[in-house]
């Protein structure tokens, strides 16, 4: 298991941006499961939304992609790089993310060359998928 100290010195990625907490499992440019455990103390919570707070959908897909980019990003031959967006496919939004809620993500690293991949990644809460979608990611 890898703590925050880990994360962070894999990706470049600091709080409040960092949307991922611990890494349960890794396989190096393969896979990666990863945790985000949802606080009322996030930031946008303060306006997404008042009364009714709910985490939302992008930064839902943004722990997906930093999970994924720890994946790669973990590889000795990707290690100080940065893995940057480029392009979400497929995304479907099942269930709402609320405080109190504990991401289970999970990425499968389905294409990777020696600058670009994708990752088939899932979110799931209490064993549900909340979010699902395919990541495109170029590393620079």
Do not use: W
Not at 37 to 45: A, H, S
Not at 71 to 98: P, Q, T
Not at 124 to 136: M, P
Request: aromatic residues 8%; hydrophobic residues 45%.
């Amino acid at each position: 298991m890898k703590d925050i100290k880990d994360i962070m010195s894999v990706l470049p990625h600091r709080p409040p941006f960092l949307l991922i907490d611990r890494i349960e499992e890794v396989v190096p440019g393969e896979r990666v499961v990863a945790i985000k455990n949802v606080t009322m103390n996030e930031p946008f919570f303060v306006g997404h939304f008042p009364g009714e707070p709910v985490m939302p959908g992008v930064l839902i897909v943004e722990a997906m992609a930093q999970a994924g980019a720890y994946a790669v990003l973990s590889m000795d031959e990707y290690k100080g790089k940065l893995a940057f967006f480029g392009g979400i496919d497929k995304a479907k939004f099942r269930r709402k993310v609320v405080p109190g809620d504990t991401i289970r993500i999970e990425v499968e690293i389905i294409k990777l060359k020696s600058i670009a991949g994708i990752g088939k990644a899932v979110a799931y809460v209490d064993g549900k998928k909340a979010c699902e979608a395919e990541i495109t990611f170029m590393i620079g």
